[in-house]
């Protein structure tokens, strides 16, 4: 499939120079109920020889250069001037082989041939097939201009889409170790051997962030597998009236995601869920459906604050909403329930 797609070009102009060749060759010599001399054939061959090149000049050499506003009547009168110098060539070489002579001893034997009456149709047969030719080539032309200006435009649109994420992934990542580095900056005061491990473990993430960030799509289990050291990070934070549900469910086939799009949706339930006096829960779940390659995300944890009810979105989950648009369009679905009690976040990814 791949070689016809490769030679496809190459098999239309073999496929449409042996369709005028079985018109020159095959279907008009059965129009006669004559055998036609071998003058026909040398005439025809001649005229297909000319017709090849002149095409080929056309598309490789003339269309190319062609701006149609501004010498498009040019290339009319081009056209025009072509036309007729084949037309006065086809007629010398017609006189030369004699070939309408020999036709008309063979189809009415007892009549005087009258060369005139011939010049007519003969000038209107050659004008139609150089009007064929000319317009074969400037659609041809027009096509692979179009497709060359929509390929251009698809790449623009590639380079200014990947430029658009490298800049957003540029922009989560501070975001995230900023508000890491918060929390062990926390622990160095009150839990100086906890801050030792947490530096550790934000280490084993950033390895990961710096392998991982330039590649297009990572592993789930990798994703998930950095989702939960991030969550050990926080467990530094937790006090004793917190309560920390997790399910995720770690997919054994290899399913690919983009790095870094979950982790924004995880590390907000920690950052807006947090309280030091007040009872409170935070559940993380995460599902994977193998046969249509479905993933859900749910966060949910409690308010503790009016100023939580009001918050707006942050720049972690803003750019990666953004990115979702970009890596996953129309494929994810992502809604929230904010009220006086609860916070809660779902988020539907088609991976496929």
Known sequence: MEFFKEKSGLILHLLGWSILAVIFFVLFPM????????????????LFSVLFIVYYVNSKLILPRVIWRKNGIIYLAFFIIFTVELIVFMNQIEHILQLNFKIH???HPNHVYNSSQNLFFISVYISIFS???????????????????????????????????????AQINPHFFFNTLNTIHSLTYFEVDKSRIAIQQLAKMMRFVMNEEKLNKVSLKDEISFIENYIDLMRFRLTENVKLKIDFSIPENDVEIAPMILLPFVENAFQHGIST????????????????KTMVLKTKNQQFTKQNLTRKKGIGIENTLKRLNIIYPNQFEYLINNDEIIYECFLKIKLS
Do not use: C
């Not at 036609?36 to 005439?43: A, G, K, N, Q, V």
């Not at 006096?277 to 249509?292: A, C, G, H, R, S």
């Open 277 to 292: 006096d007040i009872n409170y829960e935070i559940e993380l779940i995460l599902k994977l459906d193998l046969e249509d």
């Open 131 to 169: 009007l064929l030719i000319f317009l074969v080539g400037i659609a041809n032309h027009l096509i692979k201009s179009w497709n060359n200006e929509q390929t251009k435009k698809l790449e623009l649109k590639v380079q200014k889409s990947k430029a658009e994420l490298d800049t957003l992934k």
């Open 31 to 46: 129009m006669y109920k004559i055998s036609l001399p071998i003058e026909h054939y040398i005439y025809h061959f001649i």
């Open 105 to 107: 001893q063979r189809l």
